[in-house]
């Protein structure tokens, strides 16, 4: 079955440092492969789409990549602040034909910045 | 804020018991998923409605069921409760159910079994 799989360790990182996160994943080939944010208690909030046929996206501070060789994303983000400090999830959509935009989790990462 | 709005917030109630969470997604929404987080199994996905129809399937156990209304809304019943059902369920929505639409999650339900 698919496997996804992101550092379970939490990433300690200096403010103003870029953080770089992975995403690995077994056992079949997602068509996208999406980040979300989660803080403590709260929902995850979408960040970034990215599709197979794109190497890299960017939104502001944020830079996604995804190696469909590899089958690896990078999820970086530049100049941290502290206010960055959350878990961040990479979701992959569902194997081909297996239904409508069903996500598949990865168990998150948790970032630190700190000051 | 995301538009998406989950009752009750917290919920405690013991073991065999049945339970119902309530969603409203996003105003113009179609597409309601639910999901439920857990310490040991991460944020799993059990079922999507779009348009009051049932679209998508995940992990979900036979002892619980969810069902979209007319107006968009959806209920997730959990029934014969175990310990083991403790968890955060999330209800998200989408405008479509288009796989790259955007999910937006609510703000989620904690549910503790005792």
């Known amino acids: 079955s698919q496997k996804i799989e992101q550092n379970s360790e939490a990433l300690n990182i200096q403010e103003g440092k870029t953080a770089t996160l992975t995403c690995n994943y077994t056992?079949?080939?997602?068509?996208?492969l999406q980040w979300y944010r989660q803080d403590p208690g709260r929902g995850p909030v979408f960040l970034l789409l990215i599709r197979e046929n794109e190497k890299e996206k960017r939104k502001e501070r944020l830079k996604v990549t995804f190696d469909t060789t590899l089958k690896q994303s990078l999820f970086h983000i530049t100049a941290s602040q502290p206010a960055d400090s959350a878990t961040y999830l990479c979701a992959l959509d569902s194997p081909r034909g297996g239904g409508y935009n069903k996500l598949i989790f990865g168990a998150g990462t948790r970032l630190a910045v700190h000051p | 804020d995301s538009g998406v709005t989950q009752t009750p917030k917290h919920l405690i109630t013991a073991t065999g018991q049945r339970v119902t969470l309530r969603c409203s997604p996003r105003s113009g929404d179609l597409s309601v998923y639910w999901y439920q987080q857990s310490l040991d199994q991460g944020l799993q996905f059990l079922i999507q409605?779009?348009?009051?129809?049932?679209?998508a399937k995940g992990n979900i156990l036979e002892r619980f069921s969810a069902q979209q209304f007319p107006d968009l809304h959806s209920e997730l019943n959990l029934s014969s409760l175990e310990l083991g059902d403790s968890a955060l369920y999330f209800c998200?929505?989408?405008?479509?159910?288009?796989?790259?639409?955007?999910?937006?999650f609510g703000p989620g339900t904690r549910l503790t079994v005792l």
């Open positions: 056992n079949y080939s997602p068509a996208y």
């Open positions: 409605y779009y348009n009051g129809e049932e679209r």
């Open positions: 998200a929505s989408s405008q479509s159910s288009g796989r790259t639409d955007t999910q937006y």
